[in-house]
């Protein structure tokens, strides 16, 4: 026969069980708080919500559009990393320590299917980009968001021969002085080629430039070449 103690125990536990089944129903607080120690008020340090939300000090995971952000609470993708003040941890730092020659790796993934069942990505597609881009918070000047990309550098996927395992792809890089006049600049293609595109116009031999500086006239067949500040230097190209 069980002793009233623990009967009582027993009853504790029932309606332990039973509040937090009302509560999960009720989905109106976080299920989990992890408080510091600071006084006179202790502050949330770690909350997991009805919905699996996961907050916590510079962190937040969103399960229903599954994005997790370290310093913002207002994640705008997969992984959204933000530094609001100084000493900043610059970025994002990926570590390999071994004995091996292998490099630390950054691998990005595209295909047109599926992750069940990719298949090849078409010729044209962009298989990976990188954006620098400003912000002023005004959509009006800076377009969507208040996000402006005025330079980027792809990889894209080239027409040729595709194979498993293997698809030709050209490096790019876009510059421009507004995100709808950013432009080609210049092209590494898969078999080595360099492509050099929408060059500036050729130069008055006293134009502007910087030792160093090349602009190119394909049209006309002329490179253009800075050889001291603002003095440049061209050559010509013959038919063979």
């Not at 980009?129 to 208040?146: K, S």
């Not at 602009?215 to 500040?229: H, I, K, R, S, W």
Request: hydrophobic letters at 40%; charged letters at 15%; aromatic letters at 8%.
């Amino acid at each position: 026969m069980k002793s009233l103690r623990q009967k009582m125990l027993a009853m504790a536990a029932v309606v332990a069980v039973s509040g937090l089944m009302m509560a999960s129903v009720a989905g109106a607080a976080p299920k989990l708080i992890v408080k510091d120690n600071a006084t006179p008020t202790p502050n949330d340090v770690f909350t997991v919500a009805d919905d699996g939300q996961i907050t916590a000090k510079d962190l937040t995971f969103k399960p229903a559009t599954k994005k997790f952000g370290f310093g913002t609470s207002n994640p705008q993708t997969s992984l959204h990393l933000v530094e609001l003040a100084s000493p900043f941890d610059r970025g994002l730092t990926i570590g390999q320590h071994d004995a091996g020659t292998a490099a630390a790796v950054i691998n990005i993934k595209k295909s047109s299917g599926t992750d069940a069942s990719p298949g090849l990505p078409a010729s044209g597609s962009n298989i990976a980009a990188f954006h620098a881009q400003v912000y002023d918070g005004n959509t009006t000047v800076a377009g969507a968001n208040g996000w402006s990309a005025n330079a980027s550098f792809f990889f894209t996927a080239e027409p040729g021969t595709y194979a498993a395992e293997y698809i030709p792809v050209a490096i790019r890089f876009d510059t421009g002085v507004a995100q709808a006049q950013k432009k080609e600049r210049l092209r590494i293609t898969s078999d080595g080629r360099l492509r050099i595109s929408n060059q500036p116009t050729a130069p008055a031999n006293n134009a502007i430039c910087t030792v160093g500086d090349m602009v190119l006239d394909a049209t006309n067949g002329f490179l253009y070449l800075c050889t001291a500040t603002n003095s440049w230097k061209r050559t010509s190209f013959s038919t063979y």
